[in-house]
């Protein structure tokens, strides 16, 4: 690791104009290309204080060994200059977009004697009409192929064209009427180009006109009773409307525009691309990243766009993107400069483009989300992250069954636990469980954890006495129930088997605090054949009890992805069961403890009675006039209505008027939500 302070370029060096710098690793490697309006403060911030800057930048400056800039006229330079390096000398340390394979677009090679449509793919030539790109070649062969009927135009290889006009004979597109046959003469080069061209005019959106003059022919024909012309004429036209439903219009202003989302988490970022070309859907790509800088939206955007039109993909009229970089005349001037003309980089405000936008956002997420699953999934990628952990970990064998426990509270009310688990790189939801922390009041992290995870490793060990293999230490301090799923595995008699078997690692969220209770917890059990670690969410560094220092797992690196999977499922998992016990209690009534009594019968008792008022005044008589109220349910409602303090009558602050409770027939009145500062969610 080396020291950033040992190249770290002398005070006054570092010149104050727009420039592209370079940082170089031991072995004279390019690790990582920048650009910056005023080279001087920005290269300055990478030589502070290593704690105060993002973990991917420091990791950056400490395993670089130099640094070079060079400076350029404008902020565009630089950004044509960044983008050159980046694609020469494939930096580790920027963001890279994977996936990015070539798309196939449909071409008509319009600077040919004889215009072709074909399937091409990477660099645009000069002379040649692109659409697209396409997501799939099928996709094209199916849209050629309807419109060859309506616009025969040769789609032979220069090879198949030459043969044929040697031997006299067409290929059998010519003999079923999808080539006009120009290898034979049966239309002239003018007539084949103008077939050509109305081909372009078509795909270009430009299809009422065509459409219209179509069904005037047929009109024509049929009234002058050439009824196989009118039939041929009305085929091409349901042709061409076939192929035209596989681009559904989407904007009514005939745009030319690319719509370009994201969709990120902490470690990996998605982008989708929505090519609109004469108000159609022309094409979609998508691409996958690393974030291995310390990149925000705006950022990802901006290499996006890099990468996208830096190829030599067409720049249209419109960019419609999530995010603008700041500042953002730079791009904006780079992507005119490649168009030739004005382009209007905006995020859309309102109207169909920003509904737009919306679609490919979430298509963005959807990508995101399938990349993940995928990731996930691979038995490959899995087997190499449980091996990262083993190894970071110092593990005897790799931890096939990881548990991972999250608290969660809202200002220290509703304090509960989750524990969820990972079998073999994949989450077994049958053996999430639940907790409600009863042992205490308030709000108290370690406290929690140290609870939890004496409740549940002592349910362990009961388990394991039943078969003989173990003896119970003494209960500690709090109840042993946890308020899991009752779903999962049961044993013989059909109880459920719920902490039956140990993990071989077992996660906390948190860092140094939570682990040592965790610890302490395992201690007081006599367990010492798990292994134990925390994860902080700030840093993501990994926690070992008794150790000063964290252990850092690289950002690229799949353990510690599946240690993020396992820890943001537990967040998810205490997060839901607090926002839902939290709902149940605001929202409980008087009539909710009565042993019972369920949903219907209280809404049959305030439907009768009409408020909660009238049900406490009423006698057992009249209770029991209800239906479906007998009279030891109605004796037991009266009571707990009556051993319970009616709570303080509702004023209407405005009109200074008492209301009654119970203005509602239907349902019963809800408990007012305790009024508090606004808070997030602990996890």
């Known amino acids: 690791m080396a020291d950033p302070s040992t190249y770290r370029p002398a005070p006054g060096a570092i010149p104050t104009s727009p420039g592209v710098y370079r940082f170089r690793d031991a072995h004279g490697r390019v690790i990582y290309v920048g650009k910056a309006k005023s080279l001087r403060p920005r290269l300055s911030s990478y030589f502070q204080d290593l704690a105060g800057l993002h973990p991917r930048t420091a990791t950056m400056v400490t395993t670089a060994a130099s640094v070079e800039w060079t400076v350029v006229g404008t902020e565009v330079e630089a950004l044509q200059l960044e983008y050159s390096w980046i694609k020469e000398f494939d930096p580790r340390f920027n963001v890279k977009y994977r996936d990015d394979k070539s798309y196939p677009e449909l071409a008509v090679t319009l600077n040919e004697e004889y215009p072709r449509v074909q399937v091409m793919r990477g660099a645009h030539k000069k002379g040649v009409r692109y659409f697209g790109p396409y997501g799939h070649a099928w996709a094209i062969r199916e849209t050629v192929d309807l419109l060859l009927r309506v616009f025969p135009v040769r789609t032979c290889s220069n090879g198949v064209f ?63 009773l050439e009824y196989e012309k009118a039939a041929r004429l009305r085929d091409d036209i349901g042709a061409l409307k076939r192929a035209m439903e596989k681009n559904a219009i989407v904007l009514a202003d005939a745009t030319d525009a690319d719509l370009l989302a994201v969709a990120e988490d902490e470690l990996e970022a998605a982008v989708q691309i929505f090519h609109v070309r004469g108000g159609r859907v022309r094409g979609q790509r998508g691409w996958v990243t690393d974030k291995v800088e310390d990149v925000d939206t705006a950022g990802l955007v901006e290499h996006a766009l890099q990468q996208l039109y830096g190829g030599g993909e067409s720049v249209p009229r419109e960019v419609l993107v999530p995010a603008l970089p700041d500042p953002v005349e730079p791009l904006r001037d780079w992507l005119g400069g490649l168009r030739g003309s004005q382009v209007d980089l905006r995020i859309p405000q309102r109207g169909d483009k920003k509904d737009l936008m919306a679609t490919v956002q979430r298509n963005a997420q959807q990508a995101l989300a399938l990349h993940k699953t995928k990731r996930a999934s691979d038995l490959t990628t899995r087997s190499r992250a449980l091996q990262e952990i083993a190894d970071a970990l110092e593990l005897d064998s790799v931890p096939l069954r990881i548990e991972c426990y999250d608290i969660s509270h809202l200002q220290g009310e509703d304090v509960v636990a989750s524990m969820v688990v990972f079998e073999d790189g994949l989450a077994r939801k049958s ?32 388990e394991r006495e039943q078969t003989g293999e173990w003896a119970v230490p003494e209960p500690g301090e709090g109840p042993l129930e946890d308020d899991g799923p009752e779903d999962g595995p049961r044993t013989e008699d059909g109880r459920p088997k719920r902490f039956a078997y140990p993990p071989q690692l077992l996660v906390v969220d948190g860092g140094q605090p939570q682990v040592a209770a965790a610890r302490r917890a395992l201690d007081e059990l006599g367990i010492d054949d798990v292994a134990l670690c925390g994860l902080a969410k700030r840093l993501e560094e990994v926690w070992l009890p008794g150790e000063d220092d964290p252990v850092v797992l690289p950002r690229s690196s799949e353990g510690l992805y599946l240690l993020q999977r396992v820890r943001d499922e537990a967040h998810r998992f205490a997060i839901s069961y607090q926002r839902n016990k939290r709902s149940k209690r605001l929202t409980a009534g008087e009539l909710d403890s009565v042993p019972g009594l369920g949903e219907t019968r209280r809404r049959a008792l305030l439907k009768h009675f009409g408020s909660l008022k009238k049900l406490r005044a009423a006698t057992v008589d009249e209770l029991c006039e209800v239906p479906g109220i007998g009279r030891r349910t109605a004796q037991t409602v009266a009571e707990a209505l009556s051993s319970r303090t009616p709570a303080a009558p509702a004023v209407n602050t405005a009109t200074g008027e008492i209301i009654e409770d119970g203005v509602d027939e239907t349902t019963e009145p809800v408990a007012a939500a305790p009024q508090t500062a606004p808070s997030q969610e602990t996890p």
């Open 162 to 224: 030459k043969r044929a006009r040697q031997v006299g004979r067409p290929c059998l597109l010519g003999y079923i009427g999808k080539c006009a046959a120009p290898c034979v003469g049966k239309v002239s080069a003018d007539e084949h180009r103008a077939l050509a061209e109305d081909f372009c005019d078509f795909m270009a959106g430009r299809t009422g006109n065509y459409l219209r003059r179509l069904e005037e022919q047929m009109r024509e024909a049929a009234a002058d």
């Open 431 to 462: 053996e999430y469980r639940r907790f409600q922390i009863k042992g205490f009041e308030g709000q108290d992290d370690v406290r929690s954890m140290h609870e939890v995870i004496s409740r549940r490793f002592r349910r362990y060990l009961q």
